[in-house]
């Protein structure tokens, strides 16, 4: 079981949970900067921790070579603006990893507008990953 999408998207702290204990019934407290505790397999025992460092990790993958400049997702997050001598957008602040594959960090408070334009991708050249690498757009 992977955490729900409301503890991935903040940082929380799991208390209290003896080491022995099977009980599926966890409680979180929010913290800020702190570890996230995310409970894998529906046991406190199986709860890691992920050391963020204070860092969002949110990021989304863009792939310039499928895009087809019809540039949907310039009007829902500002870190896309179009590049029309090239017909295709280009995503802000981002590095190249491979051939015309872009990679950056979604900032938290932008997370709803990285998602946004990876759906209205219609070649869906946009991917967004969660903090914990989980495909979550397309």
Request: one cysteine or more; a negative charge; glycine letters at 6%.
């Amino acid at each position: 079981m992977v955490a729900p999408a409301c503890l991935r998207s903040k940082r929380f702290v799991l208390r209290s949970i003896p080491p022995d204990s099977n009980s599926s019934t966890v409680v979180f407290h929010q913290e800020a900067l702190s570890p996230v505790q995310t409970l894998r397999n529906g046991t406190a025992n199986e709860a890691s921790t992920l050391l963020l460092n204070g860092e969002h990790t949110m990021h989304v993958e863009f792939d310039r070579g499928t895009c087809t400049g019809i540039f949907n997702c310039v009007h829902e997050w500002e870190k896309f603006i179009e590049d029309r001598d090239a017909g295709k957008a280009t995503l802000v602040g981002s590095d190249e990893t491979e051939s015309k594959l872009y990679v950056r960090d979604v900032p938290e408070d932008e997370e709803f507008d990285g998602e946004m334009a990876a759906r209205v991708c219609p070649v869906d050249a946009i991917t967004i990953y969660s903090d914990e690498g989980e495909q979550l757009v397309p």
